[in-house]
């Protein structure tokens, strides 16, 4: 099949397997808002980034190499997987004993068995599912993500709205829903007949896949830094900035602040998904820097034109997404959402740029990018959030993903050359802001603006959305056809 419409083939099935469970995720953000209040919804939001942020630590990111390793067809899936289960399982000792460690955070109290197996379920079922995507098992993993997400909603539904567990029903919830997804997919993919242990460990193999991984724990805890560390600075730095300022409530709202950035990250995770795994195959191919070119410029429209309808849309996308009724802080959330949203498609960008690392085996390359990314953050969240609050880490946020982007786009055009079109970029960078900060400040000629700048958004966009809407919708007319004949 040609490659651009494999890659539209399995964006579409990924999409297509995705959608009903996104519907879910928004109608679990009113559930949280409405049943947990914006001081525990900051316990909640710190206890899932530390599970986040050990993860690629205690598995040493090994389900970077699963996908990586387990597409390659020079190399036997057998040891692929088996040699990550002994990996993970000896990681999962090291948490086991590691784990009073994490009793001393002064938010696990209460919570730390909670974490722990949160860690380890997480763990387990991240394995499961990038495995079933290195053998190409592409509509399975999009029936996973809707079994998995339609049993977290009920799950979360039975926990937190009936029985009002709060912070506990939430944990239980992901750790039950990630262990029968886990297990689902080792009964369906027939996961066990990969695991030899007797025949399949070899050693080289195991030590390749953590030459290769390795540098990815770094690069994503890295990561986590930047996104953790916000919270951490907006819930426990004294500042003196105007209202909302600092604490618990504070860090809360900046929660909530991100859930409609989030639809973005949904969006540009199931391409990457499908992204991932043509620029492992296509790594060899002679032209695969016009590939680059033209999937990055398409993208980069996407993303963009998206963002914008986005701001335009905030407060109204808010209001859908966040129950005001019980906590009537949650209001301000939208002031914090317009830059958001332009730091989670710059952090798109970069991810869309570290699949060149991953295809070319330079992992370490991604690592010392994302140290950038994650000081630059850290050094912004000191400056900022002690000035403007919640504001200050919004900001810090996207300086810290367009400083990796500057640098990323610059180094793995060293790995593999492709253009790109600077002056486009910038042109719709600058129109983004100019929407943020009119949706901020809300002048009276609010409304006028914004639709002469959709309008010409759209307009200077248009020639790569339709050169992949055509590529679009030839596949999902072929994707359609399969699903309909099993």
């Excluded at 040493?60 to 996908?67: K, L």
């Excluded at 996207?398 to 593999?416: G, M, P, Q, W």
Aim: proline share 3%; charged share 15%; glycine share 4%.
């Amino acid at each position: 099949m040609n490659k651009y419409k494999k890659l539209a083939e399995n964006t579409a099935i990924f999409a297509i397997g995705s959608f009903g469970s996104k519907i879910l995720l928004f109608l679990l953000t009113r559930l949280y808002s409405a049943n947990i209040s914006p001081a525990n919804t900051g316990i909640k939001s710190l206890l899932e980034q530390t599970a986040n942020f050990i993860i690629p630590i205690v598995t040493f990111s090994i389900a970077e190499a699963v996908i990586r390793y387990g597409l390659d067809k020079e190399y036997d899936k057998k040891e692929v997987f088996t040699s990550a289960c002994v990996i993970e399982f000896f990681g999962m000792l090291v948490l086991l004993l590691c784990s009073p460690l994490l009793g001393k955070l002064p938010y696990t109290d209460g919570f730390l068995i909670y974490l722990v197996v949160y860690i380890i379920t997480s763990s387990f079922r991240q394995l499961s599912s990038q495995f079933v995507r290195a053998k190409d098992m592409t509509r399975l993993f999009a029936l996973d993500g809707i079994l998995a997400t339609g049993s977290l909603f009920a799950f979360n539904v039975i926990f937190i709205s009936v029985l009002h567990w709060d912070v506990q029903g939430f944990m239980l919830a992901v750790i039950l829903s990630d262990f029968f997804s886990g297990v689902f997919l080792w009964i369906t993919a027939k996961l066990w007949n990969f695991l030899d242990l007797k025949h399949s460990l070899n050693m080289d193999i195991v030590n390749t896949m953590l030459r290769f991984s390795i540098p990815m724990i770094p690069t994503a805890v890295l990561w986590i830094i930047t996104g953790f560390s916000d919270r951490l600075f907006v819930q426990y730095m004294d500042g003196y900035a105007i209202s909302p300022n600092v604490g618990a409530e504070a860090q809360g709202i900046y929660e909530y602040a991100s859930k409609v950035p989030n639809l973005i990250s949904m969006v540009s995770t199931i391409f990457f998904q499908a992204w991932n795994m043509s620029a492992i195959t296509e790594n060899n191919s002679k032209d695969k820097g016009d590939f680059y070119y033209r999937i990055f410029k398409a993208y980069q429209a996407f993303m963009f034109l998206g963002a914008a309808y986005m701001i335009a849309f905030v407060q109204p996308l808010s209001a859908i997404l966040i129950n005001y009724k019980t906590f009537p802080e949650y209001r301000t959330c939208y002031l914090y959402t317009p830059i958001l949203i332009i730091a989670v498609v710059m952090m798109s960008f970069n991810q869309f740029l570290s699949s060149i690392y991953v295809a070319t085996k330079k992992t370490s390359h991604s690592m010392w990018t994302a140290l950038i990314a994650a000081g630059t953050n850290i050094i912004l969240n000191i400056v900022l959030i002690y000035r403007w609050g919640v504001q200050g880490a919004v900001i810090a946020t996207f300086a810290s993903y367009f400083v990796c982007y500057l640098v990323r786009i610059v180094d793995t055009r060293k790995l593999i050359y492709f253009k790109v079109h600077h002056v486009r970029f910038y042109v719709n960078l600058i129109c983004l802001f100019l929407m943020a900060i009119a949706e901020i400040v809300r002048p009276d000629f609010l409304i006028p603006m914004i639709v002469v700048m959709l309008l010409f958004m759209t307009l200077f966009n248009a020639d790569a959305i339709m050169m992949v809407w055509k590529i679009a919708m030839k596949v999902l007319k072929k994707v359609k056809g399969k699903v309909s004949h099993g």
